[in-house]
């Protein structure tokens, strides 16, 4: 049996392209919802929450997502709402729906010789599932992050982290003692939070005080570029899928060292163009939002304004799906914007180490999520190469000493290609937990018949859910060699050291791929020896986007290169 945990967007994908090769294949879904979706399902959706991804590099290849309503949608953007509703249709018309086992939380996962045994509660009761192959898709959106706050039981309103946010009813008919929430605080920085700080200001069914609170330690605000794409390019996104832009990218190892990598990199006009190319999104971003000159604006609007370094990733990025000048008036003029810190939580406020207050009935967290897998032991995660916690010490220590000398070489290795990574803005950041050290961003290099996707922070899920896919396939099924432990080792530590250098505020974890994500994509389908994605021309493998219906072919190819199991 293959077991597939989780059925968002990487557990769909899986599934489905598993049982277009192999129609017979006995495979088992496990569903902690009450539906398919994960992080876009229906229960998790809220008033404002709209897919950053413009609509023609959405979907999948075998049930191409339709032109969303011009009420429902902005720039192909769409309201998340229609997202789930496709990934419903799509797990009923793919035969996935029908493998699957819903409210089933998993509890443990561990190998018991050559079988995965993971543990379930469903309807209060335990089961067990057992399987030769496992794929973990639970991705990154799984596990809330929530902030220790002092005095927690002394707030009388509630507390909702973001993964709540669609069961909790809030903004809605259904929100359970509206009329008391007349004061509602967002923290957090991300686009979650600008989504839902502008939700619950144009709530014309019940109007209300709304707060933005946005930490002083944290990346700070984030930096809100125009959906608007520019010429043949839709929507931004189209743009962020192409070769140019992967190309364009400050350092990526994914590409060859090549006479235009050098020239990037490693001559004063390169640095220079570069400098100018991406700071110019930033400058787009920020004259878009007038900080300092809209009118109307309440005292605090200032403080949205962003100093990220878009060369660093040093704040939060997101693509604006919504008109920016209705965007930023709301925001503006209808929204109290405070930067500091908690102190502690009062009954009906929330109080900043600085002594302010703010009358506060609902907290609303947007705070992320921890990059943790839970369902296996310390030991287990060490081995499989899942991020281990410095609370324990002992084999934290253990983990660090072993990879210390490979990452040491790598770090050597990184520097050398990009001599700008000497120079970082951000001091090096103490890290809580070891980083992922999974082989292609998939296979642990001890064991071959487990996969994780969805690992990838990139731009978009779809493309990279269907390429890890036939990876975790061709691997787990024998269709491919895995190089010697010590070279996948070697290029595990190479990646994760770039992360670290390249992305200083958000690369601890060895998982950022903002702007490298299809360089990343073909060098996985070359360990594939899979070339149908090539364009005709130059100019189009550099300007296209990865449309999802080029998939179809890579299948096809697929099929043909590895035939039956």
């Known amino acids: 049996m293959i077991l597939i945990h989780e059925q968002g967007i990487y557990g769909l994908c899986a599934a489905s392209t598993y049982l277009s090769l192999y129609p017979e294949a006995n495979i088992r879904i496990l569903e902690a919802g009450s539906d398919v979706g994960g992080v876009w399902s229906t229960e998790r959706s809220y008033p404002g929450f709209w ?7 959405a979907g999948f290849h075998d049930l191409p997502m339709t032109s969303p309503p011009p009420e429902r949608s ?13 990934l419903e249709d799509y797990a009923s018309v793919r035969g996935v729906r029908e493998r699957c086992d819903f409210k089933c ?7 018991n010789g050559s079988l995965w045994q993971v543990t379930c509660k469903t309807d209060r009761q335990g089961t067990l599932y057992y399987g030769r192959k496992l ?3 639970t991705g990154l959106f799984t596990q809330p992050r929530i902030p220790p706050f002092q005095d927690r039981k002394v707030f009388e309103g509630p507390i909702v982290h973001q993964k709540d946010w669609g069961s909790s009813g809030i903004f809605t008919s259904e929100e359970p003692s509206k009329a008391s929430h007349t004061h509602v605080t967002v923290l957090g920085g991300s686009k979650s939070a600008a989504d839902i700080v502008y939700t619950a200001a144009i709530d014309k069914h019940h109007r209300r005080t709304v707060n933005w609170l946005i930490r002083d330690t944290g990346p700070g605000a984030l930096s809100l570029l125009p959906a608007q794409g520019l010429g043949k390019y839709e929507h931004i996104t189209e743009l962020g899928t192409t070769r140019i832009i992967s190309a364009l990218s400050f350092a990526n190892p994914w590409l060859p060292e090549n006479w235009w990598s050098w020239f990037l990199h490693k001559t004063w006009i390169g640095e220079r163009l570069m400098d100018f190319i991406w700071n110019k999104q930033l400058d787009d971003a920020t004259a878009s939002a007038k900080y300092d000159t809209r009118r109307g604006a309440l005292p605090g609007f200032r403080d949205l304004k962003s100093y990220a370094s878009a060369r660093w990733r040093t704040g939060y990025f997101g693509a604006l799906n919504r008109d920016p000048e209705d965007f930023w008036n709301v925001i503006a003029q209808k929204v109290n914007v405070f930067r500091g810190e908690i102190g502690e939580l009062g009954k ?13 009935d609902v907290l609303l967290l947007a705070t992320g999520f921890e990059q943790a897998h839970p369902e296996f032991s310390a030991n287990e995660a060490a081995e499989l190469g899942l991020p281990v916690s410095n609370e324990h010490a002992e084999l934290f220590e253990r983990e660090r000493a072993h990879w210390s000398a490979l990452d040491h070489a790598a770090e050597q290795k990184v520097l050398q290609r990009w001599p700008y990574l000497h120079d970082s803005p951000l001091p090096t950041k103490e890290q809580s937990h070891t980083p992922y050290r999974l082989y292609n961003h998939t296979t642990p290099a001890a064991d071959p018949s487990i996969a994780f996707l969805g690992i990838p922070l990139c731009a978009n899920s779809y493309h990279v859910a269907f390429v890890q896919s036939l990876y975790a396939i061709a691997v787990m099924d024998g269709h491919i060699r895995l190089p010697a432990r010590e070279a996948m080792e070697q290029d595990i530590a190479y990646v994760a050291t770039w992360n670290r250098r390249k992305y200083p505020a958000i690369g601890g974890p060895g998982n950022a791929m903002e702007f490298e994500m299809v360089a990343y994509t073909d060098k996985v389908l070359g360990e594939l020896g899979l070339e149908s994605h090539k364009k005709k ?3 189009m493998w550099m300007t ?21 199991i």
């Open 105 to 111: 939380s998993v509890g443990s996962i561990a190998k």
């Open 51 to 57: 897919s950053q991804s413009g609509t023609r590099v």
């Open 348 to 360: 009906d406020t929330v109080v900043l180490k600085d002594g302010r207050e703010i009358q506060t």
């Open 544 to 564: 296209e986007p990865v449309w999802a219906e080029e998939n179809q072919a890579l299948l096809e190819e697929f099929r043909a290169k590895y035939g039956k």
């Open 135 to 137: 794929i973990m898709a």
């Open 74 to 86: 902005y720039k192909s953007s769409q309201d998340s709402k229609l997202v789930s509703k496709y």
């Open 537 to 539: 021309s130059w100019w």
